[in-house]
């Protein structure tokens, strides 16, 4: 719930006027009114933008609700190979969470599906994780100043938070059409790329009208009418969750893992490695929406890369290079590699084994990977 902060990236969009401002030099604020059903008085895109900076959130929660269409089937059958369904989910499907959210330091998610329940808890400086699949938990206490819990974007405030970290001068923020969503009247505000090398075409946060919080957040690809992800409340309560919801009582014959304080770790109990420690040094190449993710691979590292595409060291090696195998063998005065694209990213690997990915168009990655 993080984007209910206040966000210094607001600066290039809060300080207009009714009309059309543009900021900065290139990030044209629209002020077109909310459609007529449900009735709503018009809002700027700069009024719903300050509606968010300055909305207050003491309690919720509800159902929401997660689909992901990125045109990546086979890739998502062979990533199972890998790293199991879990890995897959990650890229494709239809998804239920249940979350309650009750200030920074009282917060749960549950993913429930076809083979159990996967819960994230935090409760004041405890943190559990659960499976119902593997009967497994794991607690650690928080350090004094811990902050939020570090998840994947579990709900539309969380998705339209790093969102709205992209907007800059190139972005067209605009105002949609007014609609209906977990039956409450919302806004919607638009954020359109200009940079034509984005595979990103409209990005779409509906606003409770009333709460000003995020209840659906959409991402349509180029060209396409229908959203490549989404995620959206389908039933929510702005009441307070009772304490009880955000404590975690092991069920019988649960195996309980007790991990440091300062053990970094996801909320799958997975180790996070470190920059430039046991992870591969990452740096970026442009800005915005058409940012490229640069990460120069350890070969020496379990799975990864030893010289070429699809020659992997480790258990999974055999399924690693299906996967790679698999992708599309590109070359040009860059050098050489494979690619995969989706409806909204491309990744390149490059057979000195660098990983290159952004939501841009594969060329954009070629001009990144010169350098």
Not at 131 to 142: C, I, V
Not at 266 to 291: N, Q, S
Not at 351 to 363: F, I, K, M, T, W
Request: glycine fraction near 12%; hydrophobic fraction near 40%; charge should be negative.
């Amino acid at each position: 719930m993080s984007v209910l902060k206040n966000r210094a990236v607001l600066r290039w969009l809060v300080p207009v006027t009714a009309g059309v401002a543009v900021i900065g030099g290139g990030a044209a604020v629209g002020t077109f009114a909310a459609g007529a059903d449900p009735a709503l008085p018009p809002r700027t895109a700069a009024q719903l933008l300050e509606d968010l900076r300055t909305s207050r959130l003491d309690g919720l929660s509800g159902t929401v609700v997660q689909r992901a269409d990125l045109g990546l089937p086979r890739i998502a059958e062979l990533a199972g190979q890998v790293g199991g369904n879990e890995l897959a989910s990650l890229i494709s499907g239809t998804h239920t969470l249940r979350v309650w959210y009750a200030g920074p330091d009282r917060q749960r998610v549950a993913l429930v599906d076809t083979l159990g329940e996967r819960d994230v808890l935090r409760n004041g400086r405890d943190v559990w994780t659960w499976s119902s699949r593997d009967n497994a938990a794991s607690h650690r206490t928080l350090p004094a100043e811990g902050k939020d819990l570090d998840t994947a974007p579990a709900t539309p405030a969380d998705a339209a938070d790093r969102a709205l970290e992209a907007i800059d001068p190139s972005t067209a923020v605009t105002v949609g059409r007014s609609a209906t969503v977990a039956g409450r009247s919302v806004y919607e505000l638009v954020l359109t790329p200009r940079d034509r090398d984005s595979l990103v075409h409209q990005v779409r946060i509906a606003l409770d009208a009333k709460e000003h919080v995020p209840l659906r957040f959409e991402v349509l690809a180029d060209g396409a009418d229908e959203p490549a992800f989404e995620v959206a409340f389908t039933q929510v309560d702005f009441r307070t969750p009772d304490a009880d919801q955000f404590r975690f009582n092991p069920p019988p014959g649960v195996r309980v893992t007790e991990e440091s304080a300062g053990d970094d770790r996801g909320p799958a109990g997975k180790h996070l490695p470190e920059r430039g420690k046991d992870g591969p040094d990452v740096r970026t190449v442009g800005t915005g929406w058409t940012t490229v993710l640069v990460a120069k691979l350890d070969a020496a590292g379990p799975g990864a890369p030893a010289g070429k595409p699809g020659e992997a060291t480790g258990p999974d090696a055999e399924a690693m290079a299906k996967v790679l195998g698999g992708l599309e063998r590109v070359s040009g005065d860059w050098g050489s590699g494979r690619l995969l694209t989706g409806k909204l990213f491309s990744v390149l690997l490059t057979d000195d084994g660098r990983v290159l990915a952004g939501l841009v168009r594969p060329e954009r990655l070629y001009e990144a990977a010169k350098g």
